[in-house]
């Protein structure tokens, strides 16, 4: 059975919600799998909150929230008038980012957008991806808000390193790393694990070129996302580094590094 049954996609409204549907169609239609998109923004109403919003000011705020939810709502059935897998609509009534969290435990892959700092009339929080990765659990894969469409998938470049996170973040890669037709990982280079990493892929059906790293920490989500590019990947498989503080959730350098300067898809698990 195929690891990958089912996928939940992020809708806002930013720009970029039709290449996340691009993108999760197309990985159904590898899988065999069922597509879910859920809406999930904060209302401008809830957001002008500490603001004295009355009269017609909060009722025109109300109807353009409306006229956004109708517009990702159009957005599901024009994609599911196309040839391909069918998306499931759903919508958060309230707590936008709770209600993402909590489908996605019921997920085994989520599709999430990367921030877009010069569009951030989205309509969710700028730590929502790593909030969502670190309280669900589950593999996300993060598309850069300069795609334009469903990516390649031909070479694959895998961050490794002997952790919890990295071993997620491989494991849940897998279906895709047997798709690509080149798979490169990056070791430590005084790492002792690369005979075990090797035999591990090769178990399951991947021939890696092994490729060692050195990096200072501080520099490491630079020296990632530059050794992608050399190697013309077009996806970065990664552990996510952080830690959640009641609401706040702290990423580590390079995870923060990746998420801000990302331009390929990137698929990330804590």
């Given at each position: 059975m195929n690891p990958i049954q089912s996928i939940l996609v992020h809708l806002d409204t930013g720009p970029q919600g039709a290449v996340r549907l691009q993108v999760a169609r197309a990985l159904a239609a590898q899988f065999g799998a069922a597509v879910t998109a859920l809406y999930a923004v904060t209302p401008l109403y809830v957001q002008a909150a500490?603001?004295?919003?009355?009269?017609?000011?909060g009722e025109a705020l109300m109807a353009y929230d409306t006229e956004r939810l109708e517009a990702a709502r159009k957005l599901v059935a024009k994609v599911n008038a196309e040839a391909g897998p069918q998306v499931q609509?759903?919508?958060?009534?309230?707590?936008?980012?709770?209600?993402?969290?909590?489908?996605?435990l019921y997920a085994d892959l989520l599709v999430l957008g990367q921030l877009d700092r010069e569009h951030r009339e989205s309509g969710v929080p700028v730590d929502f991806v790593q909030s969502v990765v670190i309280a669900s659990g589950k593999p996300a894969l993060v598309v850069p808000y300069i795609a334009k469409g469903a990516p390649r998938r031909d070479?694959?470049?895998?961050?490794?390193?002997e952790s919890r996170e990295a071993a997620r973040a491989l494991t849940a890669a897998l279906p895709l790393l047997r798709m690509a037709k080149t798979v490169h990982v990056g070791v430590e280079a005084n790492g002792s694990e690369h005979a075990a990493l090797r035999q591990y892929l090769q178990r399951?059906?991947?021939?890696?070129?092994?490729?060692?790293?050195?990096?200072r920490?501080?520099?490491?989500?630079?020296?990632?996302l530059s050794l992608a590019?050399?190697?013309d990947a077009d996806l970065l498989v990664m552990g996510c580094y952080g830690h959640s503080r009641a609401r706040e959730f702290v990423l580590g350098g390079a995870s923060r590094t990746v998420l801000e300067g990302m331009t390929l898809p990137v698929l990330l698990a804590h």
């Amino acid at each position: 059975m195929n690891p990958i049954q089912s996928i939940l996609v992020h809708l806002d409204t930013g720009p970029q919600g039709a290449v996340r549907l691009q993108v999760a169609r197309a990985l159904a239609a590898q899988f065999g799998a069922a597509v879910t998109a859920l809406y999930a923004v904060t209302p401008l109403y809830v957001q002008a909150a500490t603001d004295v919003v009355v009269g017609s000011a909060g009722e025109a705020l109300m109807a353009y929230d409306t006229e956004r939810l109708e517009a990702a709502r159009k957005l599901v059935a024009k994609v599911n008038a196309e040839a391909g897998p069918q998306v499931q609509w759903r919508e958060a009534s309230s707590a936008s980012e709770f209600t993402f969290v909590r489908d996605a435990l019921y997920a085994d892959l989520l599709v999430l957008g990367q921030l877009d700092r010069e569009h951030r009339e989205s309509g969710v929080p700028v730590d929502f991806v790593q909030s969502v990765v670190i309280a669900s659990g589950k593999p996300a894969l993060v598309v850069p808000y300069i795609a334009k469409g469903a990516p390649r998938r031909d070479t694959a470049f895998v961050a490794w390193k002997e952790s919890r996170e990295a071993a997620r973040a491989l494991t849940a890669a897998l279906p895709l790393l047997r798709m690509a037709k080149t798979v490169h990982v990056g070791v430590e280079a005084n790492g002792s694990e690369h005979a075990a990493l090797r035999q591990y892929l090769q178990r399951h059906g991947i021939q890696a070129k092994l490729h060692t790293v050195n990096a200072r920490p501080a520099e490491a989500g630079e020296m990632l996302l530059s050794l992608a590019a050399d190697l013309d990947a077009d996806l970065l498989v990664m552990g996510c580094y952080g830690h959640s503080r009641a609401r706040e959730f702290v990423l580590g350098g390079a995870s923060r590094t990746v998420l801000e300067g990302m331009t390929l898809p990137v698929l990330l698990a804590h």
